[in-house]
Each structure stands twice: as structure tokens, then as C-alpha cells.
């Protein structure tokens, strides 16, 4: 599984979509690049740091990003946090607790309390 690189600020992940007056969030996808410096995952590993966050929240953080480094040693900060936002964000997106003003905050949020967290290569 391939996640695509996103260049610039890592809370960039969050792509939103103009349709007229309403502003719809949408979450980053998974597919095929060709890029090599996208975070490489399989399905497998994936939902399960996908279900660690939804166990634990902010908590798992920490050991899916020394899982991910472990992996993948020279991914850069920013591509370690949008992996995790882009897992974290579906999450987020079915809590129909949050308006959508207040999803985007909480996931911007979390992609720069993650980038922090994430050590230099």
C-alpha cells in the first residue's frame, strides 16, 4: 500500500472540497505512486495502526511512529505525519459528533502535535 507524498505543510492532508455554498471534508486516499518516497505499508500493518488509534487515540502515537521509523529510517518528518493523518483522518470523519469546522481543527491539530513528536532522520 502506497500513500501518496504531499509536499509542504503536513496538515496540507486535509484536501477540502468546494461544492458551492458547503465545504465537505474529505480524507487523503490511499493509492499507487510512483513516487519512492512515499511511506511503503501493507494493508495489514496499516489497519492495524488504524485500529490502535481508534483504541487509544493520541496515546498509540508514539509507538506507530517508532513502528514507521523502524520501517522506513530516512522518511522525512512530514511524510511520517501525513502516514498517520491519513489513517487518523477517517477516524475523525464518521465522529458525527464534530461539525466539520471542528474536524478540521482537531486533525489539523493532531498533524502538527505529530510532527513534533516525530524525531529528525
Same mark, same amino acid.
Given at each position: 500500500? =502506497? ?27 490511499? =493509492? ?9 505499508? #501493507?494493508? @495489514? %500493518? ?22 514507521? %521509523? #523502524?520501517? =522506513?529510517?530516512? @522518511? ?9 493523518? #491519513? ?13 466539520? @469546522?471542528?474536524? %478540521?481543527? =482537531? ?15
Amino acid at each position: 500500500m =502506497h500513500i501518496a507524498r504531499l509536499v509542504g505543510v503536513p496538515s496540507l492532508m486535509l484536501t477540502l472540497c468546494t461544492s458551492g455554498v458547503a465545504n465537505a471534508l474529505e480524507c487523503p486516499v490511499y =493509492h499507487r505512486t510512483g513516487n519512492s518516497s512515499a511511506i511503503q505499508e #501493507t494493508k @495489514a %500493518r496499516t489497519r492495524s495502526f488504524t485500529a490502535l488509534l481508534a483504541a487509544r487515540g493520541e496515546l498509540a502515537v508514539p509507538s506507530i511512529i517508532e513502528s514507521v %521509523r #523502524t520501517a =522506513h529510517p530516512g @522518511a522525512s518528518a512530514a511524510e511520517v505525519t501525513n502516514f498517520l493523518t #491519513t489513517i487518523y483522518c477517517p477516524l475523525i470523519l464518521k465522529d458525527a459528533t464534530l461539525s466539520d @469546522a471542528e474536524k %478540521r481543527a =482537531h486533525l489539523k491539530s493532531f498533524s502538527a502535535d505529530v510532527f513534533k513528536k516525530v524525531p529528525p532522520t
